[in-house]
T-cell receptor, first 112, second 114 residues
Framework: KQEVTQIPAALSVPEGENLVLNCSFTDSAIYNLQWFRQDPGKGLTSLLLIQSSQREQTSGRLNASLDKSSGRSTLYIAASQPGDSATYLC???????????FGSGTRLSIRP | SAVISQKPSRDICQRGTSLTIQCQVD?????MFWYRQQPGQSLTLIATANQGSEATYESGFVIDKFPISRPNLTFSTLTVSNMSPEDSSIYLC???????????FGPGTRLTVL
C-alpha cells in the first residue's frame, strides 16, 4: 500500500531558527514529490516540486531534498519567520497525471 | 500556472439535502481532481474528472453520492448528495500544470452539514 507519512505532526520554534520537516513514503517508485503549504481555511499552495530524477530543489529560504532509495524527503526552512506559520503537506505522485497521495501534514508555528 | 476558483466558498446545509460545488480554471486542462479534507485530516482524492468521459472514483467514493460533471475543459462540478454531518469537510478541486507537473488547487469549499 502506498502511504506518505510526515513527522512531526506539529512543531513550534522561535523566529529565526532553521528547521527541517520530514516526509517518508513506502513505495520508492515515485514520479515526483511536492511540498505544499496550507494556511487555515484556505487552499494549497505548491512550494517545491522534485522530479524523481532530481535530488533537491530550492526556492528562496526553502530547500527540499529527495532520497528515493530510503523513501524520504525533507523540507528545510532557513531563518524562519512568523509568516511561515502554516501546515506543510508532502505529496507523492507515482506516474504522470495520476492521483497524488498526501501525507497528514506538519502544523508549523513560528513564535515571534 | 493555473488559477482556480470555486463556488461557493462555504455553505451550511441541512441533513438530507444536496450541494453542488463549481470549479473553474483559467486554462484548458484534460484532467481535474476533486479532494476532500475532513477536519484535522489530510487530503483524500474523491475522483478524477476527464472531459468527455465518466469520472473515475477512488475506493470508498461512489457516483451516487458524489456525482461529477465535466462539460468542458475549464469547468467541473461536484455534487455532495443526501448529506449527513459526516460530509462536513473542505472540498478542493485541483489541476496539473502539464509540462511542469505542478499541481494547483482551488481555495476550497468549506461545507458544514447540520
Amino acid at each position: 500500500k502506498q502511504e506518505v507519512t510526515q513527522i512531526p505532526a506539529a512543531l513550534s520554534v522561535p523566529e529565526g531558527e532553521n528547521l527541517v520537516l520530514n516526509c517518508s513514503f513506502t513505495d520508492s517508485a515515485i514520479y515526483n514529490l511536492q511540498w505544499f503549504r496550507q494556511d487555515p481555511g484556505k487552499g494549497l499552495t505548491s512550494l517545491l516540486l522534485i522530479q524523481s530524477s532530481q535530488r533537491e530543489q530550492t526556492s528562496g529560504r526553502l530547500n527540499a531534498s529527495l532520497d528515493k532509495s530510503s523513501g524520504r524527503s525533507t523540507l528545510y526552512i532557513a531563518a524562519s519567520q512568523p509568516g511561515d506559520s502554516a501546515t506543510y503537506l508532502c505529496a507523492v505522485e507515482y506516474s504522470s497525471a495520476s492521483k497524488i497521495i498526501f501525507g497528514s501534514g506538519t502544523r508549523l508555528s513560528i513564535r515571534p | 500556472s493555473a488559477v482556480i476558483s470555486q463556488k461557493p466558498s462555504r455553505d451550511i446545509c441541512q441533513r438530507g439535502t444536496s450541494l453542488t460545488i463549481q470549479c473553474q480554471v483559467d486554462s484548458q486542462v484534460t484532467m481535474m481532481f476533486w479532494y476532500r479534507q475532513q477536519p484535522g485530516q489530510s487530503l483524500t482524492l474523491i475522483a478524477t474528472a476527464n472531459q468527455g468521459s465518466e469520472a473515475t472514483y477512488e475506493s470508498g467514493f461512489v457516483i451516487d453520492k458524489f456525482p461529477i460533471s465535466r462539460p468542458n475543459l475549464t469547468f467541473s462540478t461536484l455534487t455532495v448528495s443526501n448529506m449527513s454531518p459526516e460530509d462536513s469537510s473542505i472540498y478542493l478541486c485541483s489541476v496539473g500544470a502539464g509540462s511542469t507537473d505542478t499541481q494547483y488547487f482551488g481555495p476550497g469549499t468549506r461545507l458544514t452539514v447540520l
